[in-house]
């Protein structure tokens, strides 16, 4: 059955239904100008000795009808401009209130997370609410640094994975120093492997941890800084922690290192890593792996690229198929980890593989590349990658044949 709309007319106005606050007010205003002046003329008809009763019945009736009509609009405008104003009120005290107004934990992060970036891309603070929701004591008025929990969500648990951070040592340490041997003994001599002793007698039983420079870019587009929050927060995130997984990877395996990050590299001719030699990939690896003092062999892991891999399984394989379906560590007898970047295996104990994040002063800003008109959310961060042990590791060969 079709609902029916109540009409009010009275000569051209007409109220169909619900009705804006702003089409009240003037509703009202022109019924009321209405009814003012036909309670005028009905004045003016009382006191005229030669008006009739039935014109000033007819007035009074159109007086009576006329404000039983005004007194209805005014009831409905009334009580729309009393929700208007409390809806406003609760609205303002929900900006004054901030992320305080958000219950959820998890989204009052989001929440926070979005804030900021908005805030960063605009240029403008980043409200003291935020930063608190962030973890950020803001001891440093909020000015320049990240907030802690941004921090770490990029750079402690990033989408991309960089392998490394399955066998590899992560710590977030300002001013990082540790000793390269965990234990000690009271024996000069308690050190059985005599390459560890000599490295540890030439460049000492400390690792100290650098800081070293390096900027990731995150790409904002318009639509994506007007979208919801949800989405700008997992755009940039996920952007931020695909540069950090990248270049940590970069750093570990590139073979010319940039200045100052020679001592990153596992190939870098600063660390010198032992390279043992073989005829083929798999004599390569086992014949490393074996050259290993059996403290790290026994917590040895291979890393390489997956085409190598391929190559030592079409050669044992020889036309059976089986060895196909087995997994690496049993073809190679230690756990395998597929790092394409890794141009030569490396094998050894990843414990001694260490990096370390100065968090504390990651710095954030915004720029555009002028050639796309694309907003960057860029976020400076100091980190450093320190090979505790040469003499952990080993790079595998293979003979080069004339």
Do not use: C
């Given at each position: 059955m079709k609902k029916q709309v109540k009409l009010l007319k009275l000569g051209d106005f007409q109220f169909f239904g619900q009705k804006t606050l702003y089409e009240l007010k003037q509703n009202l205003s022109t019924i009321g100008q209405q009814l003012q002046k036909t309670e005028g003329e009905?004045?003016?008809?009382?006191?005229?000795?030669?008006?009739?009763?039935?014109?000033?019945?007819?007035?009074?009736k159109s007086k009576d009808d006329l404000k039983?009509?005004?007194?209805?609009?005014?009831?409905?405008?009334?009580?729309m401009e009393a929700e208007q104003k409390a809806k406003f009120k609760q609205q303002a005290q929900q900006q004054k209130l901030g992320l305080g107004?958000?219950?959820?934990?998890?989204?009052?992060?989001?929440?926070?997370?979005?804030?900021?970036?908005?805030?960063?891309?605009?240029?403008?603070?980043?409200?003291n609410d935020v930063l608190q929701a962030l973890g950020d004591d803001n001891s440093t008025g909020g000015g320049k640094f990240l907030p802690k929990t941004v921090s770490n969500d990029i750079i402690a648990e990033p989408l991309v994975k960089n392998k490394l951070r399955e066998i590899s040592t992560f710590t977030q340490i300002t001013n990082l120093e540790i000793p390269k041997i965990n234990f000690t003994l009271d024996n000069d001599d308690f050190i059985s492997d005599k390459e560890t002793a000599k490295e540890l007698e030439s460049s000492g039983d400390l690792v100290s941890f650098g800081r070293n420079k390096f900027k990731v870019f995150s790409g904002i587009s318009e639509t994506v800084l007007l979208g919801t929050n949800t989405a700008i927060v997992n755009h940039v995130e996920n952007a931020l922690q695909s540069g950090i997984a990248a270049k940590e990877r970069k750093v570990a395996f590139v073979e010319t290192p940039k200045t100052g990050e020679e001592h990153m590299s596992f190939y870098s001719t600063e660390n010198a890593i032992k390279e043992v030699e073989g005829e083929d990939?798999?004599?390569?690896?086992?014949?490393?792996?074996?050259?290993?003092?059996?403290?790290?062999?026994?917590?040895?892991?291979?890393?390489?690229?997956?085409?190598?891999?391929?190559?030592?399984?079409?050669?044992l394989a020889n036309g059976n198929a089986t060895l196909y379906?087995?997994?690496?560590?049993?073809?190679?007898?230690?756990?395998?980890?597929?790092?394409?970047?890794?141009?030569?295996?490396?094998?050894?104990?990843?414990?001694?593989?260490?990096?370390?994040?100065?968090?504390?002063?990651?710095?954030?800003?915004?720029?555009?590349?002028?050639?796309?008109?694309?907003?960057?959310?860029?976020?400076?961060?100091?980190?450093?990658?320190?090979?505790?042990?040469?003499?952990?590791?080993?790079?595998?060969?293979?003979i080069s044949t004339p």
């Open positions: 009905l004045a003016q008809k009382a006191i005229d000795p030669s008006a009739s009763m039935e014109d000033i019945q007819a007035l009074q039983a009509r005004f007194d209805v609009i005014k009831e409905q405008h009334d009580t107004s958000v219950e959820d934990p998890q989204q009052k992060v989001v929440e926070a997370k979005a804030e900021m970036i908005k805030a960063v891309m605009k240029n403008k603070a980043i409200p990939i798999f004599n390569a690896i086992t014949n490393a792996l074996d050259d290993l003092h059996e403290d790290y062999r026994d917590n040895a892991t291979i890393v390489m690229k997956k085409s190598d891999y391929t190559k030592i399984v079409k050669e379906g087995a997994q690496p560590e049993q073809v190679l007898g230690y756990p395998v980890v597929f790092i394409d970047a890794a141009i030569k295996p490396i094998v050894g104990d990843f414990s001694y593989s260490h990096y370390n994040y100065d968090i504390a002063t990651t710095q954030f800003e915004r720029d555009k590349d002028v050639k796309t008109g694309i907003e960057q959310f860029v976020v400076t961060a100091w980190f450093d990658h320190q090979i505790k042990l040469k003499s952990a590791f080993r790079i595998a060969k293979v």
